[in-house]
Nanobody
Framework: QVQLVESGGGLVQAGGSLRLSCAAS????????MGWFRQAAGKERDFVAV???????SYADSVKGRFTISRENNKNTLHLQMNSLKPEDTAVYFC?????????????????WGQGTQVIVSS
């Protein structure tokens, strides 16, 4: 049974930083692309970042230069370092795993999802 468990969310002031983690089990972690998505209250879930099996990354324009996605294959763990946080970054953040090697920004490409972790950025 595949499990993705996010952690590291919380309340932070604008300009601050948070580091999210996602612990994966039940899958060959190194073979999957891993992504972060977020959903603000009353809005659709949006792509944030993806890292593929080879370590190549891609980001949404809204977070480029502020967020960094990384993975530790030996620990089956995904991370999202979030710096210079803004109130508009407030959302529930989800990690997800995709067996596909392209179009990692598309939600439909992901087979497994975590339950999410809340991030609140105060102004």
């Amino acid at each position: 049974q595949v499990q993705l468990v996010e952690s590291g969310g919380g309340l932070v002031q604008a300009g601050g930083s948070l580091r999210l983690s996602c612990a994966a089990s039940g899958l060959t972690f190194s073979a999957y692309g891993m992504g972060w998505f977020r959903q603000a209250a009353g809005k659709e879930r949006d792509f944030v970042a993806v890292i593929n099996w080879s370590g190549s990354t891609s980001y949404a324009d809204s977070v480029k230069g502020r967020f960094t996605i990384s993975r530790e294959n030996n620990k089956n763990t995904l991370h999202l370092q979030m710096n210079s946080l803004k109130p508009e970054d407030t959302a529930v953040y989800f990690c997800a795993a995709t067996p596909y090697r392209t179009n990692g920004y598309q939600e439909s490409r992901y087979a497994y999802w975590g339950q999410g972790t809340q991030v609140i950025v105060s102004s």
